[in-house]
């Protein structure tokens, strides 16, 4: 009887508190409650919507590499990925598969809107660096082709302006003699051969800055 007493004492301050609290542990229990079953379903959606995406990346790729190909399909299945999957990597992939098939069959203005939508999903700091600096450089290449200097010049620039790959450095130096900035072409074109390990692209910067010039 004195054991029951003791261990009735001993939780009464824990009784005291929870009652006193009781609101307030019933709010916060909702809370967790609340957010574990929103990360449950989050992840849930998220499997899901993986899923529907690889599925038509799947389709997509798959008209891609077809000898007679289908454009009106292969559009209408880029398009079902991006307005329903666009924060995917498979999203991103289709994108940049798309838009070198428009560069290669020569619809460089189909190419361009596909690395522009590409460069603007992965665009800012979450975003996928890697692609994003892909189609840049080939949205600034068919710029180039284009004669259209100033566009292509500010596609690469954030990348120019700082050390990056020996590749970005050459270009950039190709589209400033366009410009006929030659100094400034100098400058990149060095900075590319300091960049490159091989000799055959080193010999490449070596005879466009004697071409220059100076």
């Known amino acids: 009887m004195n054991n029951v007493y003791e261990n009735d004492i ?9 009652d006193k609290h009781k609101k307030l542990i019933i709010f916060i229990s909702s ?5 574990v079953s929103y990360f449950v379903i989050s992840n849930q959606i998220s499997k899901q919507n993986h899923e529907n995406a690889a599925k038509i990346y799947k389709d997509l790729l798959i008209e891609i590499e077809l000898d007679d ?8 299945l880029l398009e079902n990925l991006l307005i329903d999957y666009g924060k995917t990597g ?8 798309k838009a070198s098939l428009d560069a290669s069959n020569k619809n460089f203005s189909s190419a361009l809107k596909n690395y522009y939508d590409l460069i603007s ?13 892909l ?7 068919i710029h180039i082709s284009n004669q259209e ?8 620039e954030n990348y120019s302006s700082s050390s990056t790959n020996a590749y970005i450095h050459e270009l950039t130096g190709d589209i ?7 100094e400034l072409a100098l400058a990149q074109y060095e900075l590319a051969s300091d960049k490159y390990s091989d000799e055959a692209s080193k010999t490449i910067i070596s005879m466009k800055i004697a071409n220059l010039g100076i």
């Open 31 to 35: 809370i967790i409650l609340i957010l």
């Open 121 to 133: 999903i992965t665009d800012g700091f979450n975003g996928n660096k890697i692609f994003n600096k």
């Open 69 to 76: 190909q289908d454009l009106e399909k292969i559009n209408s």
């Open 10 to 18: 001993r939780f009464l301050p824990l009784l005291k508190f929870l």
């Open 149 to 156: 200097y100033d566009k292509a010049l500010k596609l690469i």
């Open 90 to 97: 498979y999203a991103q992939v289709a994108l940049l598969k």
């Open 176 to 182: 400033l003699v366009k410009k006929d900035k030659i």
């Open 135 to 141: 189609a840049r450089v080939n949205a600034a290449r």
